[in-house]
């Protein structure tokens, strides 16, 4: 069965600083993909970014970087220098076979002071 | 470019009632995917359309929903009956072909039952 795993329900972080949500999964599929999502108080899912299970390198996304370690089975996101606005719920999602849905973690919600 | 419609935003309803919920697919898409987000939790699979097909409704429940996906026209998620229990933010992504990458998320529609 597939599984994502979010260990940290909460997270704080002050601006500028660069901070790391963790995120691990379990899949027996050999071709997988991972996301992660970005859902703000408004309450909308913003995507942004994603590792395919054979992509040699880490995904990068502007301030978003992707820490893919596929022996740990682990995706954590690194948001670099955060800003106020990163302050939000972010989920990890692993995609299986293609055609499947998502599935998601239960997500972490970080906030960011000044 | 519009991305995924829904509609209503926010929908009402008393126990017992039904309610519908609308998802226009990006323009060209084919593939439309409903989720479901009960409060402080991820988002859970419930249904996979194609046009005029349900491919997967491993994750809906057995009695009271139905989704659809006509030839025109957005997809409808029905929910009869409603309960106290229904509850909860349900978005709609939409994918341009079977093994596409990415699923492009709606805004959601927030449905309360009094």
């Known amino acids: 069965a597939q599984k994502i795993t979010q260990t940290q329900p909460g997270m704080f972080v002050q601006e500028k600083e660069a901070v790391t949500l963790d995120c691990t999964y379990d899949?027996?599929?050999?071709?997988?993909?991972l996301f992660w999502y970005k859902q703000p108080s408004s309450g909308e899912m913003i995507f942004l970014i994603y590792?395919?299970?054979?992509?040699?390198q880490n995904a990068t996304e502007g301030r978003y970087s992707l820490n893919f370690q596929k022996a740990r089975k682990s995706a954590n996101l690194v948001i670099s220098a955060s800003q106020l606005g990163d302050s939000a719920m972010y989920f990890c999602?692993?995609?299986?076979?293609?055609?499947?849905?998502?599935?998601f973690g239960k997500g972490t919600t970080l906030s960011v002071s000044s | 470019n519009a991305g995924v419609m829904q509609n209503p935003r926010h929908l009402v309803r008393r126990r017992g009632q039904e309610a519908r919920l609308r998802c226009s697919p990006m323009?060209?898409?084919?593939?439309v995917y409903w989720y479901r987000q009960l409060p402080e939790e991820g988002l859970k699979f419930m249904v996979y359309?194609?046009?005029?097909?349900?491919?997967?409704e491993s994750g809906m429940p057995k009695e009271r929903f139905s989704a659809e996906f006509p030839k025109e026209g957005p997809s409808i998620l029905r929910i009869q009956q409603v309960v106290r229990g229904d509850s909860a933010a349900y978005f709609c992504?939409?994918?341009?072909?079977?093994?596409?990458?990415?699923?492009?998320f709606g805004p959601g529609t927030r449905l309360t039952v009094t």
């Open positions: 992504a939409s994918s341009p072909h079977f093994d596409s990458d990415e699923q492009y």
């Open positions: 899949t027996s599929d050999p071709s997988y993909g």
């Open positions: 590792q395919g299970s054979y992509d040699q």
């Open positions: 999602a692993m995609r299986g076979q293609a055609g499947t849905a998502l599935i």
């Open positions: 323009k060209g898409h084919s593939h």
């Open positions: 359309l194609q046009k005029e097909n349900i491919i997967d």
